[in-house]
Nanobody, 117 residues
């Protein structure tokens, strides 16, 4: 059974940092595109960043220079390092694993990030 589990969310002051983790079981994330999405209250879910199986990455303009995605294949875990956090970063952050060869994707349950003084 495939599981994708996010962790690391919490309450942080503006300018602070958090590191989110996305741990997968049942699939080798090295062969998947791993994507972080977020959804703020009353807004649509938006793509934050992704890392492909080949290691290519891209970021939403709103987080470029502040967020960094990385992957540890040995731990089967993807990380999202978030620095210089702003109130607009407040959202539930979701991890998605997708493999284009099979068209199958898996979602985690999300982790809440709140940026507030």
């Amino acid at each position: 059974q495939v599981q994708v589990v996010e962790s690391g969310g919490g309450l942080v002051q503006p300018g602070g940092s958090l590191r989110l983790s996305c741990a997968a079981s049942g699939i080798p994330i090295s062969t998947y595109t791993m994507t972080w999405y977020r959804q703020a209250p009353g807004k649509q879910r938006e793509l934050v960043t992704f890392i492909t199986s080949g290691g290519s990455t891209d970021y939403a303009d709103s987080v470029k220079g502040r967020f960094t995605i990385s992957r540890d294949n040995a731990k089967n875990t993807v990380y999202l390092q978030m620095n210089s956090l702003e109130p607009d970063d407040t959202a539930v952050y979701y991890c998605n694993a997708f493999r284009s060869e099979t068209g199958r994707g898996y979602w985690g349950q999300g982790t809440q990030v709140t940026v507030s003084a």
